[in-house]
């Protein structure tokens, strides 16, 4: 069932409309658990949508199997969905920025208020979102600390590779996770692939970690995938930044998610005028390349990659 949850009118007999879509057995129950996919509060993230799209599909093929509610809101900023934008076109504004809302305030505000009124509540919420243009990740979940002994086991039934515990002074109280944390109502914040595209690959092991969570909360009685284990990494010393020494052009070496030695070559940074290498991205430690950089035009300083200690990756 289509509904939607906040509509304000536009400029020119226009209305802003965000819908979601609630999937539920026909006997439904006061006692039936929730779950709730949030997808698209950045414009330019879209990884999310073919996770919709693809759950959606995969349910309706076995219907009978539901057991619980699953609400999907694809496109929490329309507006920026549909003009390629990361915030709300013509406001400036970044929506992740503005939770929890205000009923009586503008726009967006009252709009976000609204959003919130309907998603409280859910026995657990999937914030899912991807990186930016310039970087791909693998699946991962982060989490704030101060939320990590109700969110990591959750997260552990999510079939993604990194669950990444942040510290508390790093999360801005003002996100969409953090806001409904705070009032009880358990959120995960998905990390993956890369801004403004769509990786297949990484839709389809997300979609297998829901169906996967369902089943444990009681949503779903039919067949789900065994999930992969997680690493967790709780300190920040388990990651090491890679930054550019030079502009250039990126070019890299190994594929995404390797497991790399100490000064293994992860990429080189060429001049295309004088066809020369101008520098050369090596590991400075043994571990995981979980962030790898997708925008292949970098200047001194740009974020090449991250990886993951080797002590925390937990392989030999």
């Known amino acids: 069932m289509i509904k939607t949850i906040a509509a304000v009118g536009l400029p020119v007999d226009e209305v802003l409309e965000i819908k979601k879509n609630r999937i539920a057995p026909e006997n439904l129950t006061d006692d039936m658990k929730r779950i709730s996919i949030v997808t698209g509060i950045h414009g330019d993230e879209l990884e999310g949508q073919y996770v919709c799209f693809e759950l959606q599909r995969r349910m309706e093929q076995h219907r009978e199997c539901l057991t619980g509610i699953v609400d999907i809101y694809p496109a929490m900023n329309p507006l920026g969905i549909d003009s390629i934008t990361r915030g709300i076109p013509a406001f400036d504004l970044d929506m992740n920025r503005m939770f929890p809302g205000d009923i009586d305030g503008s726009m967006m505000e009252y709009a976000i208020a609204r959003i919130m009124e309907d998603v409280s509540g859910s026995d657990c919420v999937l914030d899912i979102h991807a990186s930016n243009i310039y970087l791909t990740e693998i699946p991962q979940i982060r989490i704030n600390e101060l939320h990590q002994d109700t969110l990591v086991p959750m997260a552990e039934e999510s079939n993604v590779d990194l669950i990444w515990v942040h510290g508390a002074s790093t999360v801005l109280e003002s996100t969409f996770a953090y806001s409904l944390n705070h009032i009880g109502t358990p959120t995960l914040v998905v990390e993956m692939g890369v801004g403004m595209r769509i990786t297949q690959e990484y839709g389809n092991q997300m979609v297998d970690g829901i169906f996967h969570l369902m089943r444990r909360m009681g949503i779903w009685s ?83 990659g991250r990886m993951l200690k080797k002590e925390v990756c937990g392989y030999a």
């Open 222 to 304: 039919g067949e789900a995938k065994p999930v992969r284990k997680p690493i967790i990494s709780r300190d920040p010393e388990d990651v090491v930044y890679l930054n550019a020494g030079v502009g250039g052009v990126f070019i890299p070496s190994v594929p995404h998610g390797a497991r790399l030695i100490r000064n293994e070559l992860i990429g080189r940074i060429v001049d295309p005028l004088c066809g020369k290498t101008q520098d050369e991205v090596r590991a400075p430690k043994d571990g995981m390349l979980f962030t790898i950089r997708d925008y292949p035009i970098v200047v001194e300083g740009s974020l090449m």
